[in-house]
């Protein structure tokens, strides 16, 4: 403070960090709150707390203007002490100040984010001696201001302002009086102190005329228009915003809205107790916007109105196998849920409090598509709320009233812009919801997705329970393990796992060829993807347990022939003629170079060689596990970013090797001639679990005996120190894989074949399935000696 004290009395430039203010005008000595959400505002905000919390504050001639230059401000500002400071939700702060002096703009600077100004401080000039008449008048106004101002009289006392010395006292009045901004700065811009009150007087006199119209508007008996013209003049009441009249139709129609919006009775209760504080509002006060939106958003809620859904379950079988190929366990689980519910309606309980769906599986296998064809078989509307990222509760729940900006959550703006009170909502991604210091979003959904709870729905914002038992919900994920326990037990969870090749042909041909044509306006043109082509994109182009990159790819595939048959001399395609087949052959001038070249089975099968499967979340893959002796101590290397749980599987795997020694035939001291190496390839992909174990177990087997395992067969399974083959997880995909790489035989744990019968027929009758419980039995199996 002494620093700001001895640069105040210097009468030079002062350059200090500087916010243009909209709407409001700072007196010194006033106090004053408000927001600050511009980003230059904020960083400037911050850097005057940091530089000994003072400010200068510069008010806009045109409030519209988002970055006033030096023009757009008005030459006369006030200096100011940062006095409290509260962060506010999406970037805003709350800033409480108070004005210390006047301060002349001379030059405004902006230097990145941050505003500063370089002004000059304007002494208070001394009070003329003696009581002129400005003076008398003045006091003799203080008393009815004060009287007829209750935030006035509530700020100050008619003593505490005679106390003041005259220059601050007028600045005092003038902070609380109920002027325009234009009026207000004209009292700032006046330093000397006769033409400062003459200007206040002026202000004072016209608010005593205005309060004196309204008093007299409020005690004249209502009187029926003449000619349909109602009688205003601004003699009556200056500057009102609309007449008596107009403003008791308009509270009418509120009430007759709300009387006929069919809401809750607690609601109805709610939003009447509201229209009565407004109308008691003067239509200038800040309060009136925010009980309007209040009103408007309980009005603007489908509270009766519902969508005329269709439970016809041959159509909704229809729309499901026109919009989808393949999936048909996840069509069958769907088909029931509606059949529950058409039984449910037919009944008369149209509310369905079984479990809530939720379609897990990896990218682009028709988790969002799925739920938009239930709604279309519902005819219901949908809408979606993505919660990828979401960290805040209030994304749920909306913020009380009391916030600055205060909006309801998602899920109420999502049955606004349905417009009735049963869509289908899809909650997408949810999977990938966070926490931190805002809240838990996964908590606040537990109300939502529970039947028991969601017939009374609270919205911070609204305050009064919303019925969400007619919401049909839907919720996808891509990975299961990552949905929060208490939230997953609500849930009924279906797995939707990759498409086969046959699968993704079908899907290929009859969906995404057909939308890509349209959708790049080539349908006229007679493009035609050979099968074979297809198949190619989709084994050499793309690595995924969906279809979104095949759709991609087919797209890149169009734009190049577009290109082609408007420019024939230009691009890639250049000098050929327009062709409107697409054959494999053509691939790699309109796709490149193949993408990726998937590591099948060598054909010559060596010894320490076998193949495992593995789980991805973009489907499943071959994984090739290479063991190797070389002389050594008996150590055991591992190499390829193996996690701890697969180093673990290792070495359970050697031990069991060790143990059996003897039935293998190897010395009993071999282990101190050699060391073994065990290496995965793709040494940069990080690899864990503990479903190798029997592949790691058959690898040192096959090295240490020098028995080759056959090259076109695959396992997984997970290994115990007593031999024991237990289950693992994704099969499915771990299956699809091998397939797809041309495995013809898969050695699988015995405890997984309840879930044979999700395989695709086609692919088990083209692959002999072993099914192990011990470990000699995939000895016995895959490790025969030959001559």
Not at 91 to 100: E, R
Not at 171 to 197: C, F, M, N, Y
């Amino acid at each position: 403070m002494r620093d700001l004290e001895r640069r105040l009395n210097q009468p030079k430039i002062l350059t200090l960090p500087a916010i243009p203010v909209r709407d409001m005008v700072l007196f010194p000595g006033a106090r004053v709150p408000f927001v600050v959400g511009r980003r230059a505002s904020v960083r400037t905000l911050e850097l005057a707390v940091k530089t000994g919390d003072h400010l200068v504050l510069l008010t806009q001639r045109d409030p519209k203007q988002e970055e006033p230059r030096q023009e757009g401000l008005y030459p006369t500002g006030t200096l100011a002490l940062v006095e409290s400071l509260i962060l506010l939700p999406k970037d805003y702060c709350k800033v409480g100040v108070k004005g210390i002096a006047r301060v002349r703009l001379e030059r405004y600077l902006e230097e990145g984010d941050v505003i500063q100004a370089g002004v000059t401080l304007l002494d208070e000039p001394a009070v003329p001696a003696g009581d002129g008449a400005s003076v008398t008048a003045f006091r003799a106004a203080l008393d009815p201001f004060l009287a007829r101002s209750p935030e006035a009289s509530r700020s100050l006392t008619l003593d505490q302002i005679r106390e003041l010395p005259l220059g601050r006292a007028i600045d005092t009045v003038a902070s609380l009086l109920p002027a325009g901004v234009r009026d207000k700065q004209g009292i700032l811009e006046h330093l000397e102190i006769e033409p400062r009150l003459r200007a206040l007087l002026d202000l004072l006199e016209v608010d005593a005329a205005r309060h004196a119209a309204d008093q007299t508007l409020r005690e004249k008996p209502q009187v029926e228009p003449e000619n349909d013209v109602a009688p205003f003049t601004l003699g009556e009441k200056t500057r009102s915003p609309r007449s008596e009249g107009g403003k008791k139709d308009e509270f009418g129609n509120l009430r007759d809205q709300i009387l006929a919006a069919g809401m809750s009775e607690e609601a109805e209760k709610k939003a009447l107790d509201e229209l009565a504080r407004l109308e008691a509002m003067p239509p200038q006060s800040a309060e009136t916007t925010v009980s309007r939106t209040y009103l408007e958003w309980l009005l603007a809620l489908p509270w009766k109105k519902r969508a005329d859904e269709h439970l016809d379950l041959d159509e909704a079988e229809t729309v499901l196998e026109a919009d989808h190929a393949g999936l048909a366990k996840v069509k069958a689980r769907i088909l029931e849920y509606l059949a529950v519910m058409r039984r449910l309606k037919d009944t008369g309980d149209a509310a369905l409090r079984g479990p809530i769906l939720c379609l897990v599986g990896p990218p682009g296998v028709g988790k969002t598509s799925l739920a938009r064809s239930i709604a279309r078989a519902l005819n219901r509307p949908f809408v979606r709320f993505s919660l990828g990222g979401v960290r805040d509760e209030s994304e749920i729940r909306g913020h009380r009233r009391t916030y600055i900006g205060a909006m309801p959550g998602r899920i109420i703006s999502l049955l606004k812009k349905s417009g009735v009170g049963n869509p289908l909502m899809l909650l997408d991604e949810l999977d990938k919801m966070g926490s931190d210091w805002r809240g838990d979003p996964a908590s606040a959904l537990l109300e939502v997705l529970d039947p028991e709870q969601n017939h009374s729905f609270q919205d911070h914002y609204l305050d009064v329970d919303y019925d969400l038992s007619q919401v049909l919900f839907l919720c996808t994920a891509n990975v299961r393990h990552n949905i929060p326990q208490a939230l997953a037990d609500r849930l009924e969870v279906i797995e939707l796992s990759g498409y086969t090749l046959n699968e993704k042909l079908a899907i290929a041909q009859r969906h995404l060829i057909p939308k890509a044509l349209e959708r790049h306006g080539m349908t006229e043109l007679g493009i035609d993807f050979h099968p074979d082509a297809v198949e190619k994109v989709v084994q050499s182009y793309t690595k995924e347990a969906g279809v979104r990159q095949l759709e991609r790819e087919i797209s890149g595939v169009l734009r190049k022939l577009a290109r082609h048959s408007l420019q024939p001399e230009k691009g890639d395609l250049a000098g050929e003629a327009f062709r409107a087949d697409v054959t494999s052959e053509r691939l790699p001038k309109l796709l490149g170079p193949e993408r990726f070249l998937e590591h099948r089975p060598e054909e010559q099968a060596l010894p320490g060689v076998v193949n495992g499967l593995a789980w991805t979340s973009t489907g499943g893959d071959l994984l090739t596990i290479e063991a190797a002796t070389v002389p050594g101590k008996g150590n055991l290397k591992l190499t390829g970013k193996l996690g701890d749980v697969m180093q673990e599987s290792a070495q359970i795997a050697l031990s069991f090797v060790r143990a059996r020694a003897e039935q293998l035939g190897l010395a009993p001291d071999f282990m101190e001639k050699v060391d073994l190496h065990v290496h995965v390839p793709e040494g940069a992909i990080p690899k864990d679990g503990p479903s190798a174990g029997i592949t790691l177990a058959t690898a040192l087997i096959s090295a240490l005996c020098g028995i080759p395992v056959r090259s076109d067969l695959a396992m997984t399974g997970e290994l115990t120190l007593r031999g024991r083959v237990l289950p693992i997880g994704g099969l499915k995909e771990k299956l699809l894989a091998a397939h797809r790489m041309g495995c013809r035989i898969a050695v699988i744990p015995a405890e997984n074949a309840r879930h044979l019968e999700e395989i695709p027929g086609e692919v088990l009758d083209q692959m002999t399935i072993h099914l192990v419980s011990h470990m000699d039995e995939v000895i016995s199996q895959v490790l025969k000696p030959g001559k």
